[in-house]
């Protein structure tokens, strides 16, 4: 017995090494134009205004429970409990489909702030919101297979003439709203990429308000610096965040178009998209290098920050410009 498990273990550790591997294989950016197309005509579908935010949603979130490997975030045994990379990753993309998911429930689906929320979306988006670790039952991934049929279900019913109380209203104050979050998150992830080198900066947070108050009292300067361990766990995230927000802003150039169109947006959307195209580039370094901003060894987190500070500028402009009253 003793014999057969020295034989085998070698075996088995180079078996969990290939499946870590395969598992870990980041997704590519895709054509969202052309998955809406293939998948309306495989459900025999009409796109309509909202089909492709919400037809993207769901293969965002199928990607998550589906993918070789399945959801590993919540995985108790190897080789997933032993991966950072993939599951820091999830997390990025599950933040932002929750934050769209809220956005839908809240405001694409209701015409006014006095108007019923859409009974699917309401049930999609608790059903996201469970803890992305848990394992048990109600697992994490049967209950984002419960919010993907829940999406499902709101597309049909989108589609259908006879289903009047499922609407998508592409307006620029409802794409405006879901915009200022997604400004707020690519803000705090362009942050804390910038602490992997560590700095020093000033108290910021109740400046330009004279009657602001917080609630205890902090320094006036402040100290942020990533730990050494978690420098890819918030590269990944990062890079997990941007490749769904990629997704679902291709999706809203399609959806909003004419809102675009009408504001002279569509050049900032497309430059926003650019940028956040740039986070996705392959990493051809066998570790995510941690080097201090001017010195001999790259710094990836400094970099992909550089990108998302860039995307984050030109979406605050964007924002204004749909804020704006007429032209």
Do not use: C
């Amino acid at each position: 017995m003793k014999k057969l498990i020295i034989t085998l273990l070698p075996l088995l550790t180079v078996i969990i090494f290939i499946l870590s591997i395969w598992w870990g294989w980041m997704p590519s950016a895709y054509d969202v134009r052309a998955k809406t197309v293939e998948t309306a005509k495989i459900n025999n579908h009409e796109i309509v205004s909202g089909y492709t935010i919400t037809s993207t949603l769901i293969d965002i979130s199928e990607w998550l429970t589906d993918k070789s490997g399945g959801f590993l975030t919540n995985d108790i045994t190897p080789p997933g409990v032993l991966m950072d990379n993939m599951p820091a990753f999830e997390y990025g993309v599950l933040e932002q489909t929750r934050d769209l998911a809220l956005a839908m429930r809240l405001g694409f689906s209701r015409s006014q702030s006095q108007s019923t929320g859409d009974k699917d979306l309401e049930i999609a988006q608790s059903k996201l919101n469970i803890s992305h670790t848990s394992w048990q039952l109600p697992s994490a991934e049967n209950e984002y297979g419960d919010a993907i049929a829940a999406f499902k279900r709101y597309r049909s019913r989108l589609v259908s003439p006879n289903a009047t109380e499922a609407q998508f209203y592409t307006r620029a104050d409802n794409l405006a709203d879901w915009l200022r979050e997604v400004e707020k998150r690519l803000g705090s992830i362009s942050q804390r990429l910038s602490a992997s080198v560590g700095n020093d900066r000033f108290n910021t947070e109740l400046a330009g308000d004279p009657t602001a108050k917080q609630s205890t009292q902090t320094a006036n300067e402040v100290v942020d610096k990533t730990s050494w361990w978690k420098i890819d766990d918030v590269f990944y995230e990062s890079r997990g965040a941007t490749w769904a927000i990629l997704h679902f802003l291709k999706a809203v150039e399609i959806d909003f178009a004419d809102v675009l169109e009408k504001k002279n947006a569509k050049a900032s959307l497309k430059q926003i998209i650019r940028d956040l195209e740039s986070t996705q580039e392959a990493i051809w370094a066998p570790m995510v290098l941690n080097g201090s901003g001017f010195g001999l060894v790259a710094n990836h987190s400094l970099v992909m920050a550089n990108y998302i500070s860039r995307a984050n500028a030109t979406l605050i402009d964007l924002r204004s410009l749909l804020e704006t009253r007429g032209k």
